[in-house]
């Protein structure tokens, strides 16, 4: 079936730290795949998003990149801020158009000032 | 991107009632869906609501626990049945396809957190 791993957390770092959180996924086909974040007391937002081999998707300054080899979507951040404290989720969509979207189990990050 | 609201933002409800959950675009989307959040764990999708006819459930969810309206391309409800501890959740709608932007991405509501005592 379809699914999405996410590296185990809860992760804490200390702020202007380099950021990872890994993410690999199954899939029947190519998806779209997508990160979303949730601060806390909030909804999900999107985050960044990539819908084919080799695509970056970037926003805020995190990075992923669609790695079809390895069947991959890792978040990358250079410089970690305590604002980016949050829930993050990865998640794949397949087919064209509106679809359901299959969920990672969510990484907790903390950042320490 | 669209403004989804969701009403009511948290409830505290004894076991057997029921709880109607509104979601509301701020414009015309394509695609509404409700999602679930248990404690501590990821998203799992119930159901699309289409607009105009029943909803399509995902496997583990029937539309007795969980019916669900959509009368209009901006409003839905999910009512959450005869509720047990169990259906302790945050109760999340999501749309997609507004105007503007691709259907290839869902924006989320605030999320409604339903604890049952």
């Known amino acids: ?113 | 991107s669209a403004v989804i609201s969701q009403k009511p933002s948290r409830d505290i409800c004894q076991r057997g009632t029921s709880l109607t959950i509104q979601c509301q675009v701020d414009s015309q989307v394509t695609m509404m869906f409700w999602y679930r959040q248990q404690p501590g764990q990821s998203l799992t999708l119930i159901a699309t609501a289409n607009q105009g006819s029943e909803a399509t459930y995902e496997s583990g969810f029937v539309i007795d626990k969980f019916p669900i309206s959509r009368p209009n391309l901006t409003f839905s409800t999910l009512t959450v049945s005869n509720m047990s501890p169990e259906d302790s959740s945050i109760y999340l709608c999501s749309a997609a396809g507004m105007s503007g932007t691709s259907t290839d991405t869902q924006y989320f509501g605030p999320g409604t957190r339903l604890t049952v005592l």
């Open chain 1, 1 to 113: 079936g379809n699914s999405v791993t996410q590296m185990e957390g809860p992760v804490t770092l200390s702020e202007e730290a380099f950021l990872t959180i890994n993410c690999t996924y199954t899939a029947t086909g190519y998806p779209s795949l997508f990160w979303y974040v949730q601060y806390p007391g909030e909804g999900l937002q999107l985050l960044l998003k990539a819908t084919k081999a080799d695509d970056k998707g970037s926003n805020k300054g995190f990075e992923a990149t669609y790695r079809k080899e390895t069947t991959s979507f890792h978040l990358e951040k250079g410089s970690v801020q305590v604002s980016d404290s949050a829930v993050y989720f990865c998640a794949l969509k397949l087919g064209q158009g509106a679809q359901k979207l299959v969920f990672g189990q969510g990484t907790r990050l903390t950042i320490n000032p």
